[in-house]
């Protein structure tokens, strides 16, 4: 038993039989390397765990309630904000069609009919169409072709719900 | 055990009761750790709140196969290394900031009045040296020793393999012993024998 065998044991703190601990006795009387990792151990055998002042899981609980109520508060305020933005953003667009309406009641409520009108009748132009080319390229796309696009959008769709569960999970990781 | 595992199943579905009971049997350990970490009262308290706090607000995410107190001083220790990483806490007074000697030797035998003197500045001594170390070498004794825990709790609580582990003890152990040495050295302790250690 050498030297690099003792210092080997007392960095492991590894325990010591009879026979070995009598030489290491006598080992550390030489050795000063070994005595301070020796004492370290011992020390650290020795160690008592220290107690929190008392009430510790009441100031919890205090705690606690604290910061729900200040979640609570950012969440109301946060909202308050978000509405009063939004309702600022739809004034500032509406403003224009807010003023044409104040001046000319009757022409604003007409041009707002034949709009109206408009827009239903490209929505029907556009299924119209729209009905058109699908039963055209249906004939030319075989079935497998249709699983396939079908597989496809389905897997895409997969991943990207994958990948935000992901980040979502990184983002509340400790 | 199966007490424990009601209450985190009960403080899951949003009994603060439950988790007020498993706040009072886990505190001093997240307390010991947090003290022995940063080497302050007041901050070991603030970080063992918050422990408790995170622990909370991500108990829906703890696994039930895994030990509730491993993942608990995981999140304590991780708290811990990430506040001294940031704070860059470097120096560590045995004096509070009125001057007293820090109180955190809570249940010390009274019966031997010397030996609990000679004790404590022990454990004062060790806790000074406990600075001087790295974080998670740090973290890797405090764990060892005041929470008895083995390689592989350690390698669980820290998020490195058990190998790691070993190194950082090994590390730690000789840093700590070469501190030490150098501590005897001094001239204010020059007059401390050698058999005045606790190991003759």
Known sequence: MNHRFFEQKLLQDEAFNAEEERALQEHLLDCADCAALAEVNFALRQVQMATPAEGFSERFSARLAARRKAEKRRYLFGGLILLTVSIAVLVLLASPVISASMASPSRFFINLLSNLAAAFSLMRVMGEVGQVVFRITAGFIPASGWLFTLAFWGGLTFFWLSSLQKANARVQAL | ?200
């Open chain 2, 1 to 200: 055990m199966d007490e424990e595992r009601a209450w985190i199943l009960q403080a899951q579905q949003g009994s603060d009761e439950a988790f007020t009971r498993l706040v009072e049997t886990y505190q001093r350990s997240v307390y010991n750790l947090c003290y022995r970490m940063l080497g302050d009262a007041y901050k070991a308290e603030d970080a063992a709140q918050e422990s408790f706090l995170r622990a909370y607000k991500n108990l829906h995410r703890y696994d039930s196969n895994r030990s509730f107190a491993t993942w608990l001083l995981s999140i304590s220790a991780h708290y811990c290394i990430d506040s001294l990483r940031k704070k860059k806490l470097s120096t560590f007074s045995l004096y509070d900031d009125e001057g007293s000697p820090r109180e955190y030797l809570a249940d010390h035998a009274a019966l031997h009045p010397e030996g609990a003197v000679l004790k404590k500045a022990q454990e004062a001594e060790m806790q000074v040296l406990l600075q001087s170390l790295k974080e998670t070498d740090r973290a890797a004794i405090i764990l060892r020793y005041w929470h008895d825990a083995s390689e592989k709790e350690i390698a669980e609580t820290l998020g490195i393999t058990v190998s790691a582990v070993k190194s950082r003890l090994h590390r730690a152990r000789r840093k700590l012993a070469e501190l030490l040495t150098a501590k005897e050295k001094s001239p204010s302790r020059a007059e401390r024998m050698s058999y005045e250690s606790p190991i003759f």
